[in-house]
């Protein structure tokens, strides 16, 4: 798995801090302090209120480095009920003839021959003038030159008391025709025939079509295995909490957004605050040989995939540099390393890539619900693409709905809303709230130098909302063309003489 360098280091006396990160990460987070004011009493990563003392990326050099570090996971064949919505990693063929034996298309008779048809026991070989009922379905007896539908044939009695097959009233002149309602084997496709290409986003009907053909899985390109791990004894799941405790915003949500950036969510754990629950979250070992997964030779997708090693592991909280946050002393404890020690940007500066010697990757998101999902938008989003074989998530260009001020060394991430046609900053987007988010058309990345009124600035839409518009092509769409006036009058020349006096 390819890495890039590890650039966060500590910044001692005498260091020269980056071109371009003076000012508030320079020494006091000023920026930081100010947007504690309007937080609610949550839990609070000590980095998002005091300065994170390394050499921050960019907003654009995390997002890069996500995308970049991480190689896509192998593809691996999934029981076809867990292939939907999968892309296709291989052509699928026929195993069989599609049918693969010739059946009735109809409730009726397996006739031979012309009637009346003597009536033989089902499935025995039919010799000419016999007939022997048969269901929609069913197997086509030997012999069989075609089948008499239910409501064109009647059972009467012969000279000797014995049934007999008759054509009934309803019965069409010369039926039944030779092979009528009979479903020929190989009639959909015959063994061989190429029925997906590769490539093809996986549909209910694709699904169906490779259990025809004979399939129990199909090869499809992988996705990250992701694991959660929540963070904080003051957190509860349920109820209104008492003051000192706060509720859960993570559980509800983060597995969702996880699926919507392309992961596979397939374990939660809530741990405490101490260092031994977190170094013991962190690790993760090999499936064992006897669990479903591995004895079906099936990598992350198989039904035991709850059992398998997580590619990617995301904490929520312990980003800071308080005592009960612990993150980096685990990922230093397991032999790992960090790629991403912190962001300049706000909300979401505390956040944190790591990779351990295995290969598994630990996203550290802040324990603000507002900081972790522009965190999780600005690293996590590309790394779960580059893994699931995705190009990374698109930023587009929308015109400012507001006058934004310099944040001299940072990037800023707003939420916002379109109103008639320009973006507009939501409101209630302190690091700790989640209502302007909710309501939010997308979110944008304001540069350190800020925007004016009407200016495009970059903007990412949220993994649940539409994409964003267009402005080139908004712009590029040439007017419509107005219906000419009709001629007032009747057409003739205009007398002015009344308007000139």
């Known amino acids: 798995m390819t890495t890039a360098p590890l650039r ?24 930081e302090a100010g947007e504690a004011a309007d937080r609610p009493a949550v839990r609070t ?24 570090c991480a190689t896509p996971v192998p593809a ?15 052509d699928v063929e026929a195993l069989v003839d599609m049918p693969h034996y010739a059946s009735s298309a109809m409730d009726g008779w397996s006739v031979n021959g012309s009637g009346p048809w003597i009536l033989a ?9 016999q007939a022997s009922p048969i269901v929609t379905g069913g197997l086509i007896p030997a012999g069989a030159k075609a089948v008499l539908r239910s409501e064109s044939g009647t059972i009467v009695a012969d000279e000797d008391g014995l049934p007999v097959l008759k054509l009934g009233g309803a019965a069409k002149p010369g039926e039944p025709r030779n092979g009528e309602h009979i479903r020929k084997a190989g009639e959909e496709a015959a063994a061989g025939a190429l029925l997906i290409k590769g490539g093809t986003l996986l549909n209910p009907a694709h699904l169906a079509l490779a259990a025809l053909a004979g399939h129990d899985s199909l090869p499809v390109q992988g996705k990250a295995v992701v694991r959660l ?17 706060v509720r859960d915003t993570f559980g509800p949500q983060l597995a969702g957004v996880v699926e919507m950036l392309g992961g596979i969510c397939t374990g939660e754990t809530k741990i405490g605050d101490s260092y031994t629950e977190w170094l013991s979250a962190l690790e993760d070992t090999d499936p064992p040989e006897d669990s479903p997964g591995a004895a079906a030779g099936l990598h992350h997708e198989s039904s035991g995939a709850e059992l398998l090693p997580a590619d990617v ?8 540099m308080s005592a009960t946050d612990h993150l980096r002393r685990s990922v230093a404890e397991l032999g790992g390393r960090l790629l991403i020690d912190g962001i300049a940007m706000r909300p979401g500066h505390p956040a944190v890539l790591a990779e351990l010697p295995n290969g598994r990757f630990i996203i550290g998101l802040p324990g603000n619900p507002l900081a972790a999902m522009m965190a999780l938008s600005t690293i996590g989003a590309p790394l779960l693409a580059a893994l699931g074989h995705r190009p990374v998530p698109p930023v587009t260009a929308v015109p400012c709905g507001a006058t934004l001020e310099a944040d001299p060394g940072r990037t800023r991430l707003m939420p916002f809303r379109l109103l008639y046609g320009m973006a507009s900053p939501a409101q209630h987007t302190g690091p700790g709230m989640m209502r302007g988010l909710a309501a939010a058309d997308g979110v944008l990345v304001v540069p350190p130098h800020g925007a004016q009124l009407g200016e495009t600035v970059p903007a990412f839409a949220l993994p649940w909302g539409a994409p964003l518009p267009d402005p080139a092509a908004a712009k590029d769409k040439p ?8 001629p007032v009058g ?10 000139l006096g």
């Open 313 to 320: 592991v995301i904490t929520t909280g312990g980003t800071g």
């Open 229 to 245: 791990v929540f963070t904080g004894s003051e957190v509860l799941a349920a109820g209104i909490p008492e003051p000192g405790k």
């Open 490 to 499: 009747t057409g003739g020349p205009v007398d002015w003489s009344e308007l």
């Open 121 to 129: 026991e089902p499935g025995q070989r039919l010799a000419p003038h």
């Open 8 to 31: 966060g280091s500590a910044v001692g006396a005498g260091e020269v801090p980056e071109p371009g990160l003076s000012g508030p990460l320079a020494g006091v987070d000023a920026g």
């Open 76 to 90: 691996a064949p999934v029981a076809l009920r867990a292939a939907l919505g999968r892309t296709l990693a291989a």
């Open 479 to 486: 007017a419509p063309r107005r219906p000419a006036r009709k």
């Open 45 to 68: 990563d000590a980095a998002e209120a005091r300065p994170h003392r390394h050499l921050a990326h960019t907003w654009q050099e995390a997002r890069e480095l996500a995308f970049t």
